[in-house]
Nanobody, 123 residues
Framework: VQLQASGGGLVQAGGSVRLSCAAS????????IGWFRQAPGKEREGVSY???????YYTDAVKGRFTISRDYAENTVYLQMNSLKPEDTAVYYC??????????????????WGQGTQVTVSS
């Protein structure tokens, strides 16, 4: 069972990046998938979540800029990040679990984690 996060990099403010979270050994569709991020010196925070069925959630700081989606055939979840800001700079992680939707941002409720991918937004 493995999650592989990829797609990070260096981008200028206002630019876009698409992160991918690919699963092996299990079906992502059977789990809710969360994206989290951790900036230097800060706690890990929930960014977005997609339910195993329907439903997507976003932290207020990224609403209207980020979009989470799922490709069942590719067994991959994406996080499209637009209008990036320097404060979006962080290591981004994807995770699979079955959290209560109202607490999707609680990292302890996830079972599997990817290794993280760095996103750096320059001003």
């Amino acid at each position: 069972v493995q999650l592989q996060a990829s797609g990070g990099g260096l981008v200028q403010a206002g630019g876009s990046v698409r992160l991918s979270c690919a699963a092996s050994g299990f079906r992502l569709g059977d789990y809710g998938i969360g994206w989290f991020r951790q900036a230097p010196g800060k706690e890990r925070e929930g960014v977005s979540y997609i339910r195993s069925g329907h439903g997507t959630y976003y932290t207020d700081a990224v609403k209207g800029r980020f979009t989470i989606s799922r490709d069942y055939a590719e067994n991959t979840v994406y996080l499209q990040m637009n209008s990036l800001k320097p404060e979006d700079t962080a290591v981004y992680y994807c995770a699979a679990g079955r959290p209560v939707s109202s607490a999707w941002f609680t990292s302890s409720t996830y079972y599997y984690w990817g290794q993280g991918t760095q996103v750096t937004v320059s001003s």
